[in-house]
Structures are given as C-alpha cells and as structure tokens.
C-alpha cells in the first residue's frame, strides 16, 4: 500500500496543515491515491475527519456525512481510516452494509492520524484553501439533536469560516473510540 | 449481633481458612513442581499482545473467556452448540503459545491441575470476600454485575461489539419471541450510543415480555430515550418498567432524573412512583458555576486522572488531565483566567489511555514531571514522562526501568526512605474476573535517573487487589506509611520501618474489615496532628438509589470511611458519627477547605461503569463537628462520571475551584471535564508553597502546623493517588481572622521550621532552611 504524509511543524489553529498521499477505498478495490490538495481543490476548503468503520460513535454522523458534498459544496470532504489493526475487509463491509457514499481514505499505520495528532474516531479539521487549520474537534457536544442540551461545533464554525468571520470556538474536545489503544493489538476476545 | 450473624460469620471464618490451607498447599506444590520441572515463572512485563505467555496466565485466560462466551450465550438449548465452537476456539486462543514440542510439556497432566487449582481458591478467596462485604442475599445480584462488567469491558474497550450484536442478530433472526436476547441486543446499542436503534429493539422487547424482563428492557429502552434529549418519553417508559417490576430502583432514579428536565414530575407519574432525592440539600454558603468552558478547560473527554502542576514554572496553576480514550491534555495557564491546550507541543498528547496519575520532581531539577498508569482494569504500561523544563516532556519509562504492564488505577510518588529522592509506587490491581493476582510495585530512585523495584524485599506484599493507595506518617515517626486501598477485601497499613522495610500492621491497626473501595487518602480530618484516613468506597447501584431516597446509606451499606487515628497505632471508622453516612459509588475524591473556614471539607467523585449509573459529584461541607451534604444547594449539577477530582486555586485569590475529571466506560458515555468555581470567596486564606532542599524538592511527606486564631490546622503534602494529585500548595482557610499566629513546618529531612505572624489572604513561598518569601 502506498502512503505518505508529509511533515509540518507542530499544529495549531491558524497554523499550516499537514498534507497526505492516502489510497482511496472504492468497492473492492484501491484506487489511486487522493492528496489533500485535490480534496480542496477548487474549493474555498476541506474537511478531514478522521474516522473508523467499527467506530460507534462515527456510525451516527453516517447520514451527515453522505450528505456533506451536496450541503456544502464549497467543502471538500474526506474520511480517513487510521484506527489500529482495522482491516481492508472491514472497512469495505462497513461501506457496503451502510451504503457509505462519502470517501475513504486508508491510513493504514496510523501516520497521517499522528501526523495531525488525531487520537480518536471521529475528529474533525476544517482547512482553508491555504491550507492553514481553521478548526479542530467534535461534530457536536455528542448529544442527540432534538435534545435541548445538544450543540453543533462543527456546523458554525463551518458557517462562519465560509462567511469569511472569525470562529467563536475553533476548539473543541475530541469525543470517540481510540485510534490506537494496545487492547485492539491483544487476541481477539470471543 | 443476632445468632444468625454470628453463625454466618464462623461460616465465612471457616470458609476463609479452608481457603487459605487450600491456596497454600496448592501453591506451594505448584512451586515444588515448577523447580523439578525446570519452568522459570517471570511476571511478563509488557503487553500480552501475542497471547498468555505461560500455563496459569493460559488458564486464567480460558476462564475469562469461557465465563464471557457464557455471558453473552442465550439461555436456550439450541445456543450451546454454538458455545461449544466459541470454547473450542478460546482454548485454542488462549493454549496458542503453548510449545508442544517442549519436554516440559510432559508435565502438564501434573501442572494444569494444580494451576486450575490455585485460580479457583485465589477467585473462591475473593468471592468470598465479596460475598461477606454484600451479604449472601444481594451476592448472586453483585455476580451477575460483575460478569457482565468483566465480560463486556473487553468487548466494548476493542471495539468487537460489532461482532456480539451481530451474532445477537443472527440468533434473533432464527428465534424472534427471544427477548432477553433482544434485550442484551438493545444494552449494547445504548451502550455504544446508538439510541435510536435501541429504544425500537428494547420497546420491541418489552412488548413480547413479562416481569422483570419487561422492566429492564423498559428501563434501557427509558435510558435510551433520555440519552436522546426525549425526556417525555423517558418518563413514560420508565413508569412503564416500574408497573412491570416496582422494584426497580434504577428505573425509579432514571424516572426522577428525566423529570427534573422537564421541570418536574408530569401529573400522569403514579405517586409511587416518584420519589424525592434527600441528600445534597443541606444549607451553604457555598455558591458554584461551572466555568470550563469560559476558560478553556473543557477539551478532555473520557477523562480520568487529573493533576494541577505548574509545568513551566511561572508560578501559576496548570492543570493536566489523562483520557481513556485519548492523550493526556495539558492546559497552560494563561494568568488572565483562561488556559491555553498544549498538549501537543508538550509531547504529553502522545500519552493515551490514561487512568491514575501523579506528578512529581524526581530528577530534583525543579521542574514537575509525569508518572501514569494505563488503562485500569483492562491493563497497560506504566509511563515516566519527564519534563524537560522548556515546555515538552519525553517518556523516559524504560531507561528509567520503571516500564511495567499490569491493571492499574492508581500511582504516585514518595520519598519513602526520606533521602530526598522520590520513588515511586503503583498499584496492580486485578483486571478479569479470573485474572492472576500482580503484586503492586515499588520502585526506590537510585539518584541517577533509574529506579529499582524492592515492593517485595521492602515486605510490601498483598493478596488483596489494590486499586487505590496513600502514603502518609500515621505514627509521627518521620516516616511515611502505605495505605493500600483494596478494590475488594480489607484494606492493608504497612508502617514504615525507617529503614527500607514495612511492616503490615493492618490487623493490630484493626483495619480488617472487608470493603468494596477505590481510592483513599491521609489527611487530618480533626486537625489534632495525627493523620486519619479517608478511604472512598464504592457501593452497589441498589445502596446509592436508597441514600438518595432516605439521605442516608442502609445499615448493610459502605459509605466512605473515615478514619480517625486514635494516637496509639489504632484507628476507628467514625464515618457515620461525622455524617458521613451516604453511599454513593466514589471513584475518588479529595480534601481541601472550600469554603475558607478552616475546616477540612470533601468532595467525592462517584459513579459507575453502566449506562445508568450516573451519580453527582458529592460535596460533604465541614462545620467542625459533622459533614453536611450541600451538593445541591451549592450549585452543583446531578452530573455523571466522576474520577479524577481535584481543589486548586486556578486563579490566584483564594478561590478553590473543584476540577472533576469525567467519562463513562463504554463508547456511549462520554463526557467532558468540568471545573466549578465559587462565584465569592467566603474566607480569608493563607497559601503556602515549599521547596524542598535537603529534602525532596516538592516536600512530598512535609507536615504544616499553622495556628490561627488559636486553633491548629495541620497538612501533609504527599503525591497523590486518587487518580491524581493535590496541587503542592497547601490551603488554609482563615475564614474572619486576618492573620495566623504561626506556621511550623516538619520537612522529610528531619528538619523543623516556624514562621510567626503571617498575613491572610497571600502565598508565602518557603524554602527548606531558610527565611519565608511572602508575595
């Protein structure tokens, strides 16, 4: 498999971005590889999520996610599998059983992940067309929409990058599964 | 004492002492051998990622994994062949590095049944215990817990739940009417946060069932509902589940819980079943709001220890917090209020999974560095991360030699032999249901950045799981003790010899009874310059549910013990006498004078692993006599999972805000870290912040005598562990007075100094050995 990231010094809001070289999951088969420089470009920016196929916390964001390039067509999109010891197979078969329109890139060893110091399922960057780190963290405070308690972070600060303002609160916690714990390197349990 | 106690004691007695013979026979026959064989029996030190590495890790691994497959089996005849396939495969797994080939093999019809043997007394011990602390009649209850806790942890923490639900599915697709199947299948949804799905399997459930299957799956399919912000239908069906079983307690709480988000019970919620939460209502001065997200402390989910240190050394509070699920987080102190993540750029984001943790100068270099431990019942390495004194700190874990694998929730640093070097202790506690017992660590700094484990030759040696622990001088000898803190069974106190050695000394302490607990502390609760004890302990769901109804625990409950040292080597539980008479499930908690009136205050972090186990963090308000509940009218939310607490004074005026590090187990309960700010200081203060020379440099085992208004107040500083650590500046409230007429400090040198007249309401900085620097 072929995959690189290329380095950048530490991250931070404002600061440059990391890029990648990451192969593309398409149905059985790999595709060529996708930069980041094609998911952005002819956009006004992007967003990377770093996300896992037996995540659960992902499987909620499925439908937002299929719908992101037809809601926000200035926004490119693209999903990145890094979590430990996920393999090819399972990842398609999420795909399939969930009808995933949304691409996914393969991160096999995790270098991307710790090249963007991604640690968990999903998290999100939202990058201009400069590359530079508009925003990073949840989707939303991991509450239900409908609930009176829920918060979107990622939506407004979508919003307001997009409108050419400042983000309130370019932050936020990283809700989800861990992309590498030394449990998913121990025997299968059942 | 009725004569039906009094026999099922002499039942457990002797129970206990068959056991004991047993395990001792077994053991030493297994040793015997074990030598003729040849076998070489080394702890292994990292993690077991290509399976048990010798016979009884093999054994225990089977066991584990034969108790989950029957777990997770339906109880229907047409299950079992499917079972047996499941077994067949776990013996595989867990025999994998089981050399056939290997002459001493042949030994194994000699060697597997006594290693069978010694797990089943070692997990006979234990239950036994545990039955003694539950009592007979709830045991079987506890068991089903405990299997489904030690069951589940494994599946949910990799991320196999994918697996079980759809082998849930499969077997409903062949047995649709199955709903305790359907059931389990609707838990793992909410457990992995996949509300809506749930509630539609749970209400189908409930539909097609009776009794207490039809309430549970009410009740999931309730908690189901409240997790997705319906707080309505939440109501609805956990009145639901409460006509299928009025016993209930969980479905009642959770009725209460959604009714509070709906400004009340609905007039349609029977009389029976609401109910009125008792505790936390006490009146207070006390007045918080939750300012995480105003100051940029609200980044950390899942969390678990937390520690304020001043990294960088500009003399403000920083705080740092460890995740389960993700790296430490490090928050700079900007000195305007707010805190700025650098978690990356320290280096500390790279530290995952973390559950204790404690913070500590043990190369002396004057810069704080980081110990944690991993993963708590799921096991995981121990890490050392040095600061590196410009912003960044390195793992330094094996060149240090403290690199070590094993279920731990708890370490901390101490100078234990006092020669101004900090060592370091961790606790090993047990992680599987059958799991082998690991003895806790004890790692003396040899002075040149590397450390020596010497728990055993020092004569630290348990048969209990140690989860939580503290260091403290109980008999004023200059030297610090251990307190270990069992997860279950009695608590165990090694007096410190002076001289590299302990002595266990619990029985003649009369520290022998049996709890279910989590972390402890030493502190002078009644300021009479002996140390007492405060051990949180952890209650069954049923034990909380009942101190919320009635405010205070059952007679069979275990609310937190307090200690009190009696001054002769002796110490009495007083907890009750004191108020401290709720049971609630604490994880952790800590002691600090909140509310600056000069009296020791605590906060208790509580909690539980299952979704529905939500509890307050608990404030328990010191008016010098007795502890008062004041949770509530203080301001604070019925709010979660509580692990790590800490009091620190974020901000430099003598405000000590509560920082609470919060997160569930499963992949559906997470939450974020809160930080509760007094909006008034109630007091005036003194802090005092000292810099060991001779001794080690954060003073770690220094006692402080401050007298103010002719009253003493005494703290001793020590490296935690309650999934964290205090800050090193000690706090005292002053309350009305303006000055304290004096401060005498006993440093871990030996050496004793005093200070007269000090000022309220500033930090004084005192140097071993020399003059005080106020400002």
Not at chain 1, 169 to 181: Q, Y
Not at chain 2, 6 to 21: C, S
Not at chain 2, 124 to 137: C, D, H, N, W, Y
Request: hydrophobic share 40%; net charge negative.
């Amino acid at each position: 498999m072929n995959h690189s990231a290329s380095s950048t010094s530490r991250q931070g809001i404002g600061l440059p971005i990391a890029g990648f070289s990451l192969p593309l999951a398409r149905n059985q088969e790999l595709a060529a590889n996708v930069t980041l420089e094609e998911v952005l470009a002819g956009r006004k920016g992007a967003l990377v999520v770093f996300w896992s196929g037996i995540c659960a916390h992902c499987v909620r964001y499925d439908e937002y996610f299929n719908s992101f390039a037809a809601t926000h067509p200035d926004v490119g999109f693209a999903a990145i599998a890094s979590r430990l010891n996920e393999t090819q197979a399972q990842m398609r078969q999420a795909i399939e059983e969930r009808h995933l329109g949304f691409p996914v890139l393969l991160d096999a060893d995790g270098a991307v992940a710790r090249q963007f110091y991604a640690q968990q399922t999903p998290r999100c960057y939202l990058i201009s067309a400069e590359r530079t780190l508009i925003y990073r963290g949840a989707i939303d405070n991991f509450k239900m929409p409908g609930d009176p308690e829920y918060l979107e972070y990622l939506e407004p600060a979508i919003r307001s990058f997009l409108a050419g303002e400042p983000v309130a609160r370019p932050e936020t916690a990283s809700f989800g599964c861990a992309i590498a714990n030394v449990y998913y390197q121990l025997p299968k349990q059942l | 004492m009725t004569l039906f106690d009094t026999l099922t004691k002499a039942a457990f007695d002797v129970a206990e002492t068959g056991f004991q013979v047993a395990e001792t026979v077994l053991k030493r026959a297994q040793t015997t051998v074990d030598t003729l064989v040849g076998v070489d029996r080394k702890p292994f030190t990292g993690a077991p990622v290509s399976g048990p590495p010798d016979l009884d890790n093999a054994v225990s691994d089977l066991a584990n994994r034969a108790a989950r497959i029957a777990y997770f089996t339906p109880m229907n005849p047409a299950a079992i062949p499917g079972a047996m396939q499941n077994l067949a495969g776990a013996a595989k797994a867990a025999f994998q590095n089981v050399d056939w080939r290997d002459p001493k093999t042949l030994a194994l019809p000699l060697r597997l049944p006594l290693s069978v043997g010694t797990l089943l007394t070692d997990s006979g011990f234990r239950g036994l215990m545990t039955m003694e602390v539950i009592g007979a009649p709830r045991y079987l209850e506890f068991l089903k817990y405990s299997l489904q806790i030690f069951s589940e942890f494994p599946v949910y923490s990799t991320l196999e739940y994918r697996d079980l639900m759809r082998a849930q599915e499969k077997w409903l697709e062949g047995h649709p009417d199955d709903a305790v199947t359907r059931t389990e299948l609707g838990r793992a949804l909410v457990k992995v946060g996949n509300f809506r799905e749930a509630a539609a399997q749970l209400e189908r459930a409930a539909e097609g069932s009776a009794g207490n299957t039809r309430s549970t799956a009410l009740h999931e399919a309730g908690l189901a509902a409240y997790n997705s912000g319906d707080y309505a239908k939440a109501v609805r069906l956990g009145c639901q589940a409460l006509e299928a079983n009025p016993e209930n307690a969980p479905a009642r709480m959770w009725v209460w819980l959604a009714a509070q988000k709906l400004g009340g019970y609905p007039e349609e919620v029977a009389e029976s079943f609401r109910m009125e939460v008792k505790p936390g209502w006490d009146p207070t001065a006390l007045q918080y709001e939750d300012i995480s997200v105003r100051i940029g402390l609200d980044k950390t989910a899942g969390a678990r220890g937390i520690v304020v240190i001043d990294y960088n050394n500009d003399g403000l509070p920083d705080v740092a917090i460890g995740a389960a699920h993700g790296g430490i987080s490090l928050y700079r102190n900007n000195g305007d209020g707010t805190f700025a993540d650098v978690s990356i750029e320290s280096g500390l984001f790279d530290c995952t999974n973390v559950f204790g943790m404690s913070s500590g100068d043990y190369n002396n270099d004057g810069f704080p560095d980081i110990l944690v431990c991993r993963l708590g019942f799921f096991g995981g390495m121990v890490e050392l991360w040095r600061n590196n004194g410009d912003g960044t700190f390195t793992d330094v874990s094996n060149e240090s030699g403290i690199s070590c694998w094993g279920p731990c929730f708890s370490c901390s640093f101490v100078d234990y032999d006092n020669d101004g070097k900090l060592d370091i202790f961790v606790c090993t506690n047990l992680g599987g249901l059958f799991d082998r017992f690991i003895q806790n660590k004890l790692f003396h700094n040899n002075g040149d950045g590397t450390f020596t484990e010497v728990a055993e030759k020092a004569g630290i040696v348990t048969r209990w799981p140690s989860i939580g622990h503290s260091w403290g001088d109980y008999n004023n000898d200059g030297y610090p003790d251990l307190f270990l803190s069992h997860a279950i069974g009695p608590p165990q106190l090694f007096r410190n010899n002076g001289n590299g050695t302990f002595t266990d000394v619990t029985v003649e302490a009369g520290l022998d009874s049996p709890t279910l607990a989590f972390g402890s502390q030493w502190c002078d609760i009644d300021d009479d310059g002996w140390l007492d004890i405060i051990q949180y302990t952890w209650a069954i769901h049923e034990d909380v549910i009942h101190s919320l109804r009635h405010g205070e625990a059952p007679p069979e409950g275990y609310p937190t013990a307090v200690y009190r040292n009696n001054r002769n080597g002796t110490f009495t539980n007083i907890n009750r006498e004191l108020g401290v008479n709720q049971c609630w499930g604490s994880m952790s908690g800590n002691v600090a004078d909140i509310n600056n009136d000069g009296y020791p205050d605590i906060v208790l972090g509580n909690g539980g692993p299952l979704m529905d186990r939500i509890e307050p963090l608990v404030i328990l308000e010191n008016d010098g006599t007795k502890f008062h509940n004041v949770t509530f009218s203080a301001g604070l939310p019925f709010m979660g999972k509580g692990h790590g607490i800490n009091c620190a004074d974020l901000f430099g005026d003598g405000r000590l805000s509560i920082l609470i590090a919060t997160g569930g187990a499963y992949p559906g309960d997470l939450m974020t870290s809160s930080v509760f700010c007094p909006k008034e200081r109630l007091g005036n203060y003194l802090a005092v912040k000292l810099y060991g020379t001779k001794s080690n440099r954060d003073a770690y085992g220094a006692r402080l005598k401050l007298v103010a208004g002719g009253r003493e107040q005494h703290r001793v500083l020590n490296g935690g562990s309650n999934f964290g650590c205090l800050p090193l500046q000690q706090h005292f409230g002053l309350g009305k007075l303006t000055k304290a007429e004096s401060l005498e400090i006993w440093w871990p040198s030996g050496l004793r100094q005093r200070f007269e007249n000090l000022s309220a309401n500033q930090l004084v900085k005192i140097t071993e050995g020399e003059e005080l620097i106020t400002g």
